[in-house]
């Protein structure tokens, strides 16, 4: 038993729901008590779909328990075949229906439905979500996939977009386009938009993109034993990933012709003058472990950051999310515990962070920007316009992302310059950013007598150490604008503890100022 | 007063039910918990159940938005399903940790889900035990949210009930209301009844336990939520006596459930009329700029949270709209016969759901408002329907007369948003 207050992920059935409603012409029938229908509005409503997802519930309840659980579950087949017409359907249970042992693999195997039935075994209390809709989807592919002749011309597959997944609907396209410049056409997308006939065509294509091993990696290696498919390695997400991955597709086919570069903006709005400021800022990346890794490399060598520390939620990626946190001298945070992220983040007190929408909630208590690279997202990430993570629009789009949470490198110069302006002063935030309340400012029409009379404040104490504040140096401090006050804070503090001292004054904020001095 | 003889035709309390057992687009009894932990300042809801559960309370309302949300799942594992750890002593040791992390919780419920249910730990014997072990500065209660027992609301339902056997005994004659209302809502009702006199009010939750809700022989109680059968039955068994009357929607319900209260405490007409006078005046305004874009409508309920019945009586007498179906997920007699009494006849009243079957219905019908769950309001946007999702019902203040207005523009934004769009969808 293990408390816990939000998930990173849910349930390994959410992951063949991702599956399924990503599909066209499958239909997945759940044994699952009611209640478990609230995963349909993932979709209709913090994805926007505007159909349901195609999946019928076999509602059971209590007092079905002692009867006939297995009837309810055939009869939810049967109307699901006779209503929807699939050319295929899945079959599988909720957390619940496990306990009740109906099988319902083997029940559906004897209704002759006519029609393909591909059966999940889903473990409930031992997996997850990512798990659920990599299984899934290889399930589905091991079942339909027909053995045939390869095409003349070089094709290739996209494996692992889904519903629900962080920008898979314009990373499908942006890699389209990036595949058509190397002179490969796209034979069948999936799971997004494939038809349980597409899937059986997946052999005919001569190798594989996988695009979100999270979801899609069980099914390319099975096509890769199976069909002798190859499949790449490289997840194309920032400029040198790209880079790789178009040299990767050009070894496995042999083709020669290169991308089109013209679109790709990042390295010069990388290199341009008003990015000096983001020089070594410190990040932090949370997420899943592919977009945390690809995002690390660019974040230290596309964007200039400093990776203060980085971790992900899906312990099947462990080992390669440990490799890039070494190479970035950090250590990795496995964990899918949420509270666990917030305490290394509060301790790391990075100038952002890089997450999932809990890390956004994170940021949000903490006062620290935050910018959102992986599942799982809210509404607000599901945007209208075009936003692929991969390929060089994909950096294009990444550059806006990461900088968009932070203050204008210009603006920064006059918070330094200005402090206590009634413009630009700490509650202010980035300009960019509406919705800041005004803050009355007592001393602005040449200082009140409230304003002046106001007695000198306790020294404060540090948290968790013995060092005090005393009030001028606490004074100065808050005229240090807010994205780096934690920082100052934690430095001083820390400069304080290493010269063995019990006080902090102004003398030593500024000691420590220089001795940090970068 | 109003006038509040059933209108011609008569009303819908004796109209055949259609009752259909198929796929059911509903939330569990979990979902209470997301309300009621607001509400109960010092309570911590524990759910003993499985991801799935935890994932259903963080998506179900988009809540992933409480700095320090008080509830949480303890999520089954392999281990505990196997016997290979005692489910008890797991439980036990996450309870102790997680109270002394917060010192702050006074009131733990242990909320028993699908799973627990399935496999059947005792919550019952495990709240008794743990009561033991962290009275008196921790009461710990238990009751189900499963989906395989509850509906939505009837998690709060479950959860009132709970509180009942252990509420203080009390000879005196007080007035109960019972039913989780906003902080701001509540503060009006009691003012009313207290300017007509009524003091002696006693509430079901209390925002804190130290609060001195009780009950006996001599109290009286009224709900002010539609969907509180077992509260209301385990009242009953403590010898509480129950005062039906329409649900305090609208001015007319609010008026009807004012009057059937104060009725029972003696309260004249002058003194009642003129303390309602004003809000009654005003509440009819606020309504009637708002009915302007649903007056003539027709309406559509998908069972949701038993709210349907006394809203549908709401949007019919007060708004002018006319009501197709109004599904609910359970009826009572007791509780929902009062608004049914008032509710014109006409549309087919349906309890339970086959939600493939209704969905025909709706799509045969093309009402001009369909009141669904989130799963079905984007779907049926897409098909040309206009939409009110039904949990914002469950979650915006809509009580008494000075929400009335705004429990009218809940229904009339979606319709005026659909008449404002000029733009057509691309394809």
């Known amino acids: ?518 | 007063m109003n006038d509040l003889t059933p209108t011609p035709g008569g009303g819908c309390r004796s109209a055949p039910v259609l009752k259909q057992r198929g796929q059911r687009e509903v939330f569990c009894g979990l979902t209470g918990i997301i309300w009621l932990h607001r509400k109960m300042q010092d309570a911590f809801f524990l759910v003993v159940g499985s991801r799935t559960c935890a994932h259903l309370l963080q998506s179900a309302a988009g809540v992933m938005i409480f700095a320090e949300p008080r509830f949480g799942t303890a999520i089954l594992e392999e281990q505990d399903l196997a016997g290979m750890k005692d489910a008890h002593t797991e439980l036990d040791r996450e309870v102790a940790r997680l109270l002394d992390r917060r010192p702050d919780i006074r009131q733990l419920f242990l909320v028993g889900s699908c799973p627990s249910e399935v496999i059947k730990i005792d919550l019952a014997r495990a709240a008794e035990r743990l009561t033991q072990v962290h009275a008196p500065h921790v009461r710990v209660l238990n009751y189900s949210g499963s989906g395989i027992e509850t509906t939505f609301t009837e998690g709060e339902d479950a959860c009132l009930a709970s509180m009942v056997p252990v509420l203080k005994d009390t000879p005196a004659r007080e007035l109960l209301l019972v039913g989780a209302l906003p902080d701001v809502v509540e503060d009006q009702m009691l003012s009313l009844l207290g300017q007509m006199g009524i003091d002696n009010i006693r509430l079901l939750p209390a925002r804190r336990i130290d609060e001195t809700t009780a009950v006996g022989a001599n109290t009286v109680f009224a709900l002010t939520q539609p969907f509180l059968g077992e509260t209301h039955a385990a009242l009953m068994r403590r010898g509480a006596r129950h005062i039906p009357a329409p649900m305090p929607f609208g001015e007319e319900g609010t008026t009807a459930w004012l009057r059937a209260v104060t009725a029972e405490f003696g309260v004249d007409d002058a003194t009642f009329d003129a303390v309602t006078a004003a809000p009654r005046a005003r509440a009819r305004k606020a309504i009637a700029q708002a009915a302007e874009h649903l007056n003539g409508k027709s309406i559509f309920f998908f069972p949701d949270s038993q709210l349907e019945i006394p809203l549908a009586r709401f949007l019919t007498r007060e708004c002018g709209m006319t009501a197709v179906e109004v599904g609910s997920p359970y009826i009572h007699d007791a509780i929902h016969g009062p608004d049914l009494d008032l509710l014109p006849a006409g549309p087919q009243i349906s309890e339970g759901q086959d939600v493939d079957l209704q969905l025909d219905r709706v799509r045969a019908a093309r009402p001009d408002l369909t009141v669904c769950g989130l799963g079905l309001a984007n779907p049926l946007e897409a098909e040309g329907l206009t939409t009110k999702w039904a949990i914002e019902l469950v979650f915006t203040p809509v009580h008494f007369y000075e929400q009335a207005g705004d429990l009218a523009s809940l229904f009339s934004r979606p319709i005026r948003r659909k008449s404002v769009l000029r733009v057509e969808a691309a394809e």
């Open chain 1, 1 to 518: 038993m293990k408390l816990t207050v939000w998930t990173y992920e849910g349930p390994p059935h959410v992951g063949a729901m991702r599956v399924a409603t990503a599909m066209k012409g499958l239909h997945y029938v759940l044994h699952a008590p009611q209640g478990d229908t609230y995963a349909d509005l993932l979709f209709t409503m913090i994805e926007r779909r505007n159909h349901r997802p195609p999946v019928s519930y076999t509602t059971f309840q209590a007092r079905d328990l002692g009867s006939d659980t297995a009837t309810l579950f055939k009869t939810a087949c049967q109307d699901a075949v006779d209503r929807f017409d699939p050319q295929a359907i899945i079959v599988g249970a909720s957390c619940t229906a496990e306990l009740i042992q109906d099988d319902p693999a083997g029940l559906a195997e004897t209704m002759d439905l006519k029609i393909p039935v591909i059966a999940l075994e889903l473990p409930s209390y031992s997996r997850k979500e990512n798990f659920g809709a990599d299984e899934t989807f290889y399930q589905i592919v091991r079942g339909l996939a027909a053995p045939q002749d390869r095409t003349a011309r070089i094709i290739c597959n996209l494996l692992g977009p889904t519903a629900l997944g962080f920008r898979n609907r314009d990373d499908v396209e942006e890699l389209t386009g990036l595949l058509s410049d190397l002179g490969v056409d796209v034979n069948v997308v999936a799971p997004l938009g494939a038809t349980p006939a597409d899937i059986a065509r997946l052999p005919a294509a001569h190798f594989n993109v996988l695009m979100y091993p999270e979801t899609g990696e069980a099914a390319a290696r099975w096509l890769e034993k199976t069909y002798g498919q190859p499949f790449t390695k490289t997840v194309p997400i920032g400029v040198a990933a790209t880079r790789d991955f178009i040299a990767e597709v050009q070894a496995i086919t042999g083709l020669t012709a290169t991308a089109d570069e013209s679109r790709l903006r990042l390295p010069w709005w990388s290199a341009s003058v008003d990015s000096t400021y983001l020089t070594g800022k410190r990040v932090f990346l949370f997420g899943d472990g592919t977009h945390v890794c690809a995002m690390a490399r660019m974040a230290r060598d596309e964007m200039g950051f400093e990776v203060a520390g980085l971790g992900c939620y899906n312990r099947e990626q462990a080992r390669a999310v440990r490799a890039v946190a070494r190479d970035m001298g950090v250590e990795a945070l496995i964990t899918d515990d949420y509270l666990e992220v917030e305490q290394a983040i509060e301790a790391l007190a990075p100038e952002m962070i890089m997450g999932t929408q809990m890390e956004r909630h994170i940021g949000k208590r903490l006062g620290i920007p935050c910018a959102v690279i992986s599942a799982p997202v809210h509404v607000q990430d599901y945007p209208a316009r075009y936003s692929p993570v991969m390929g060089f629009e994909g950096a294009n789009v990444i550059f806006d992302t990461l900088v968009h949470p932070l203050v204008m490198g210009l603006e920064e110069h006059l918070l330094t310059m200005f402090r206590d302006d009634f413009e630009f002063h700490d509650a202010a935030g980035p300009s960019h950013h509406g919705g800041h309340a005004p803050v009355a400012m007592s001393d602005a029409s040449g200082g009140s007598i409230s304003g002046k009379m106001m007695p000198d404040e306790a020294p404060s104490v540090a948290e968790g150490s013995n060092v005090i504040w005393l009030s001028d140096a606490e004074r100065e401090l808050k005229k240090i604008p807010f994205f780096v006050r934690g920082k100052a804070r934690r430095n001083t503090e820390a400069f304080a503890a290493q010269k063995g001292l019990q006080q902090i004054s102004l003398d030593t904020l500024y000691e420590a100022k220089a001795h940090y001095a970068r």
